[in-house]
């Protein structure tokens, strides 16, 4: 039945996954991420792991209300917000930098148009907002739309403000370079530890971390500004 469901949901997402690709990795409409695994790459038969996109949107006010955020640093933010500061959100739970991302866009204008990479499982305003994602091959195997491509068009829709949750892999050198010379006030979320490369660092006039205190409470651990 595990199987069945995973065949289901892939054929359902255009995506293939079978014995010789037996991993994938994708999002339903709606916005739930689904990582599935099948044999011969599982030995324990097919395993299927999924991920619900934030349904609502907890503005900073309440994180702060929530102790997940310090009053001084969710004033800051807004400031830089308002001012059109890049500010990028690392963590290793790809889930809460989703949340909190979502927390950081809802503080944008909605007078402001947002172009969007890779956001499907962010809770953002679907007014004035263009979404972009990426697309794997269909079953055919043609038709897939890479990161650079949507970075291309991203450039060319003039867009107020870029937002971009980056998952895995590289952070694209291409992209920072846009964010550093066109979309000022770019908010973007990126898994990675409480160090990040020094070109990511440079790009961005604040990084927020976020993770867990020694009592396992879900906290922004530090900003740099």
Known sequence: YMLYSIERMATHAGIRIDEKAPFANF????????VAIIPPLSKSGPVL???????????LDQLVSEKVLKKEMAKKLKEYIYQKKNIIVSGLDEYENSK???S???????????????T????????????LCT??????GYGEIFISDLIGYAHDLQGDRLIYSHSQGDF?????QMIGSKYQGSICSIIAGDSL?????????????????????????????
Do not use: W
Request: net charge positive.
């Open 120 to 131: 499907q499982n962010i809770c953002l305003r679907k007014e004035n907002t263009v979404h």
């Open 197 to 225: 490369d020094d070109m990511i660092s440079n790009t961005f006039d604040c990084v927020v971390h976020i993770g867990r205190d020694d009592n396992g409470e879900l906290k922004v651990l530090f900003g740099s500004y």
């Open 172 to 176: 694209p050198l291409k992209l920072l």
């Open 135 to 140: 697309k794997p091959a269909r079953l055919e």
């Open 27 to 34: 999002f339903l409409k709606d916005g739930t991420k689904v």
């Open 100 to 102: 909190f991302l979502s």
């Open 104 to 118: 950081l866009a809802s503080c944008i204008v909605s007078s402001e148009r947002l172009v969007t990479i890779n």
């Open 49 to 59: 792991t999924i991920i619900k996109a934030p349904r609502k949107v907890s503005s």
